[in-house]
């Protein structure tokens, strides 16, 4: 899994590795939560979410989650020709610069988590020149560092195609976003985070996370299409719409050669979509876990899970999305988001707020007396 | 406001202090937020905690609300003796020992959040002869320290009575329980905390709270009881049948002679109700946020805002518990929880893991980039 090899067997080695949770020390963490000084079941979704890390490090209780590393994929979107969204398709770029300059919403939420930023370009359409402070621009992620975000320059091409039109990417290109996303994972556990998470700036990205989780849930597009960041009802209308065509275009593909879970995110996903899905399987693979952020990380989940099942055991819902279709992706995951407060703006803003609850939820395993050893009477059955 | 003023001089001089949040703070907070880089409201609840915590400190943004002191009042609770908690009522004792031991849950999750953490005998009905670590208990709340948990006694007397008999406290002795709980929050005020928790701790307490809520509300006593700690349909039954006694027992005494909010709290609440009721108006007297944690600080938090409605412009609540009392507590309060985790365990668990998100509400007002600022297009209309 370096850069050196092909990006398809970057691919091959990263499914290769992927295993389950480990059942021994999933049930040794069930046992010790109910040893904890506090009646059973009481700390909710903080045990489970213990148990979950447990087992995905093979032991009871895990390592703390910390530090933790955000990648925040920046990618453009053919389909923001069809006037699905509100916002010039420029500010992705602009976002970019802001990130970089630590100004937008993920950088004041990762600064208060402790966690390092780093920004992939993905696929910009418009040109970073004259946006990028000098030195920004790293080899790859090795080289962050907690008080300065960094950008690594991973674009496979700038700017997906149209997808109401025609496919996003070729297959090729997905493979090369996976194989980036799988190669950078793995670069931040080699330098020690043990905690990732997807963060995401895309104009656009809303409709091709919503023709993907249709395309791999089934789900009607009026289901799973949302407001993004800010459209009124007609725009709505018109955006679900959108997404309808995408997915008509995708079923008559479908129909004349059956597609595989790469060939459906090159037809209907986007280039952060790619990575992104890498990303998680190079966290599952390296055993570290990764919390989630909205639709965008969602919808990228679903290729991953689609690819490698075993992936979701690395995989935390850092929040849960006001967007519609984040909703349908999480129940065909399986997982519960850890924070629930109507939040819509991607960026990883939604996950980097969760990483104090699944710090906490560790450090509760890891710390807490038990009944025997603090002397504490259990409850008549 | 100090110790050496009477308890009733304590309580007026606090209710004479309380103000509601300040309109042009907030006006400035809701400004501030439309200039942001991000899509309007896309922070969901956290913009709504950053303008509510400038309407506090009357200035935007509103300073850190750092760093955080924890105080877990304990007490027992005569109702015990009904049999409606599967656990002895010894556990409250020696709790208070795990939680001076750094053991308990909230002791883990206040070293998480970096927060203080001081334990109140607030009526603790069993001996802690034998069960206190040597040099724990101090004078009063200024000599705590984050590092360890601190101890200080102020038992207004040992136990409540039973509430389904007769009242559980004398009127003057919920007075001085509302005075202890508001010289606890000064003194952590005046020693520098910027955000307080309430914590509880005692056997039997969520049936004094279900009276309480069912008392302050309106509220059928089987729509606000729940099972605590863990109690099967039977005992839940019978924990319903009990609070509809202590109920008709105290529409009796209001029939008599109708009851202000004291004397409710003194007929159906507990001795750590008194103290939490009075430490969220000693809060909000200092405009210092309080994070209230679950049914038991709504309940207190009922009396708090029936003697003075401008307290809960001080209030936080930090999670949605899953005792049914608490969203009919927090419906009537017009609070959103933050944390929503299936916690069902009090100690001020649930208000301690929202600390993060409270501060990270109030960075993204002082640290995010604005649209001018940062050279980002706004979106058209």
Redesign the interface.
Known sequence: MTDQATPEATLEAALAAIRPADPAALDAARERQGR???????????EEVSIRLAGLAGTCPSPDPAPAAVAVFAADHGVHAQGV????Q??TA??V??FL?G???V???A???GAAVVVVDAGVATSLEGLVPEGAVVADATAIVPEQPRLIERAVRRGSDDISVRPAMTREQAIQGLAHGIVIAGELAGAGYRCLVAGDMGIANTTASAALIAAFTGADPADVTGRG??IDDEAHRHKVGVVRVVLARRDAENAAAPQDPIDILASVGGLEHAQIAGFILGAAAHRVPIVLDGVIAGASALVAFALAPAAVDACLAGHRS?EPGHAVALQQLGLTP????????GEG?GAV?AL??V??AV??LR???TFD?????E???
Not at 36 to 46: D, E, I, N, S
Not at 85 to 88: E, N, V
Not at 373 to 377: E, L, Q, R, S, Y
């Open positions: 904890l000084t506090k009646p059973a079941g009481a700390l909710g979704v903080l969204s509100p916002w010039p420029e500010v602009q976002m610069a802001n300059a100004g937008a919403a950088n004041v939420l600064r208060q988590a960041t800010g006001a850890l924070v629930d407060l109507e939040l819509r703006l803003s707020l104090p609850l710090r906490s450090a509760v710390e807490m007396a050893g603090a002397g504490v009477t409850k008549s059955s």
